[in-house]
């Protein structure tokens, strides 16, 4: 088992600026990816970013590219997301997962851990 440990989120101002972090702990040696959703109310998870644990290959959805920034600490076992010009939009919760097997990193079915959610707030 793995368990995954949100934190950093928070009140932001639009425009601003927020990093959250996400530890690893457990059976983390055979992670192949970490990754980042969100979600709004009463709607279905969104990609958000993902980083290959190994090679550190990282792709974004289209809404954050050039915004967010997805980084990993190999030795901590953590991964974080900057978020940068941050915008009313995502003011919503947002998770982190890992997964152990390649695929479609984007598919949210496809990860095998999942945290418990941080909030994230906007101040327009």
């Known amino acids: 088992q793995v368990q995954l440990a949100e934190s950093g989120g928070g009140l932001v101002q639009a425009g601003g600026s927020l990093r959250l972090s996400c530890a690893a702990s457990?059976?983390?040696?055979?992670?192949?990816?970490m990754a980042w959703f969100r979600q709004a109310p009463g709607k279905e998870h969104e990609f958000v970013a993902v980083?290959?644990?190994?090679?550190?290959?990282?792709d974004y959805a289209d809404s954050v590219r050039g915004r967010f920034t997805i980084s990993r600490d190999n030795a901590e076992n953590t991964v974080y997301l900057q978020m940068n010009s941050v915008e009313p939009e995502d003011a919503v919760v947002y998770y982190c997962?890992?997964?152990?097997?390649?695929?479609?990193?984007?598919?949210?079915?496809?990860?095998?851990?999942w945290g418990q959610g941080t909030q994230v707030t906007v101040s327009s």
């Open positions: 457990g059976r983390t040696f055979n992670t192949y990816a």
């Open positions: 980083v290959i644990w190994r090679g550190g290959y990282t």
């Open positions: 997962a890992s997964r152990v097997y390649s695929g479609d990193y984007k598919r949210k079915l496809e990860y095998n851990y």
